[in-house]
């Protein structure tokens, strides 16, 4: 099994950037794809972006496309997302996931979760 800790998430103005990161531990981080999602008060859980086992693959949500950008280091165990041009809509709880497809967007079919890291972006 795979445990997964996110860290990274702040405050920060409109436009700015943050970069979250997720460290792994287990012998078969490298066996998933990982994603994230974020989740703001009231709303439902939403995909944001999946990158596939080796990294050479990503799919993006509509909504962060061309702002965000996702990659892994498999020996480090970590993934990361790197997001720019920060919006007050991108306000949430961003939460790394792991599974064994790719690309999925349903939250449902990933395997194990973080504890999330909140993210908030101010006007």
């Known amino acids: 099994q795979v445990q997964l800790v996110e860290s990274g998430g702040g405050l920060v103005q409109a436009a700015g950037s943050l970069r979250l990161s997720c460290a792994a531990s287990?012998?078969?981080?490298?066996?998933?794809?990982m994603g994230w999602f974020r989740q703001a008060p009231g709303k439902e859980r939403e995909f944001v972006v999946a990158?596939?086992?080796?990294?050479?693959?990503?799919y993006y949500a509509d909504s962060v496309k061309g702002r965000f950008t996702i990659s892994r280091d498999n020996d480090k165990k970590l993934v990361y997302l790197q997001m720019n041009s920060l919006k007050p809509e991108d306000t949430a709880v961003y939460y790394c996931?792991?599974?064994?497809?790719?690309?999925?967007?349903?939250?449902?079919?990933?395997?194990?979760w973080g504890q999330g890291t909140q993210v908030t972006v101010s006007s």
């Open positions: 996931a792991g599974g064994r497809g790719f690309p999925v967007v349903d939250g449902t079919l990933y395997n194990f």
């Open positions: 287990g012998r078969t981080f490298s066996s998933y794809a």
């Open positions: 990158i596939s086992w080796g990294g050479g693959s990503t």
